[in-house]
């Protein structure tokens, strides 16, 4: 759909069960940055200049609470409030300023059908400076949703919020928002959840100290590295975090041009796959256990101390 829509993905809320344990995790092992804390919600950013890129809130139970998404301005806001409006979408707020301490700006949220909250902002505040460290995540890359109405969920971002479908696999639905090929996917399983979350590096040798350093703090690789052999084309190393998501470093994400980029359905992947397999390198060929259920949500459920089907609805 033309008219408004969003620019970008700012990044992700999680509800973690310590959020300074979490901190930590994200701090010293992931190469994040706390920025500001506001009640039982912790703020860090990437060396690039967003001001947060990941928000840990304590709560009992674990989950996924929200997406940032960014505006160009306030008319783009306000004109997606009315869409939103006009979509029958659960509105939370209308358009207001936002709190400094979470980085300002104007914004509002909305749920989708699944209950995941969509922030969307501008004229957030930005760092002045930007980390000159590439070993460390330089931005939120995109967020993949458990989502088994995933026709209904994708037309929220599509319809309402001007996502364009990139790619369709068997698996996973890839959008975009801007030239990177996907900032939000959507897993065709079982959800609402986190499949998986992915920070940018900014280039291979970043993302192999990033790799390394998680290894020398003992998390085990569980896939990769590699690059996906389709959708993204984009290198990844992926590991389970603390809180059991799964937790991706990538870089080399492809860039897209609306006017040429030809959108496949899952068919032509089918077909068309490199190798026929999920890593053009013919490198990273196997995931862990652990990480596949990690992506279903299962061992967040484990923290839940639940099944994953009454998981889903907890947080
Ligand atoms: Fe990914």
């Given amino acids: 759909m033309a008219g408004p829509g969003v620019s970008g993905i700012r990044g992700i809320a999680l509800s973690v069960r310590d959020r300074d344990e979490s901190v930590g995790f994200y701090r010293d092992c992931w190469g994040l940055e706390e920025v500001g804390r506001m009640g039982p919600t912790a703020y860090l950013r990437a060396t690039g200049t967003e001001h947060h890129v990941l928000a840990l809130h304590e709560k009992p139970q674990v989950g996924l609470l929200s997406v940032a998404l960014a505006a160009p301005d306030k008319a783009s806001v306000d004109a997606l409030y009315d869409r939103a409006l006009g979509f029958g979408a659960d509105v939370i707020d209308s358009p207001e300023t936002l709190d400094p301490l979470a980085g300002g700006g104007y914004g509002f949220s909305f749920r989708t059908p699944d209950g995941i909250i969509q922030k969307i902002s501008s004229d957030v505040e930005m760092h002045a400076q930007r980390i000159d460290d590439a070993k460390r995540p330089n931005k939120f890359s995109h967020v993949v949703i458990r989502a088994a109405d995933y026709p209904k969920l994708r037309s929220f971002y599509t319809d309402l919020l001007s996502f364009k479908l990139s790619d369709e696999t068997d698996g996973i639905d890839f959008l975009r928002c801007s030239h990177d090929h996907h900032s939000v996917a959507l897993a065709k399983a079982e959800g609402p959840g986190l499949h998986h979350m992915a920070f940018e590096m900014p280039n291979l040798d970043g993302l192999m100290y990033a790799s390394g350093r998680m ?44 006017a040429t980029y030809p959108q496949r359905d899952a068919r032509w992947w089918r077909e068309n796959r490199p190798n026929g397999s999920h890593c053009a390198w013919q490198m990273a060929t196997q995931r862990s256990e652990k990480l596949v259920r990690a992506r279903l949500g299962e061992l967040a459920a484990e923290m839940n101390g639940c099944d994953a089907a009454i998981s889903r609805h907890l947080a």
């Fill in 215 to 258: 290894r020398s703090k003992g998390y085990d690789l569980e896939w990769g590295v590699g690059r996906h052999s389709g959708p993204g084309n984009n290198i990844f190393s992926f590991f389970v975090e603390p809180n059991g998501f799964a937790a991706e470093y990538t870089t080399e994400m492809e860039q897209v041009d609306d």
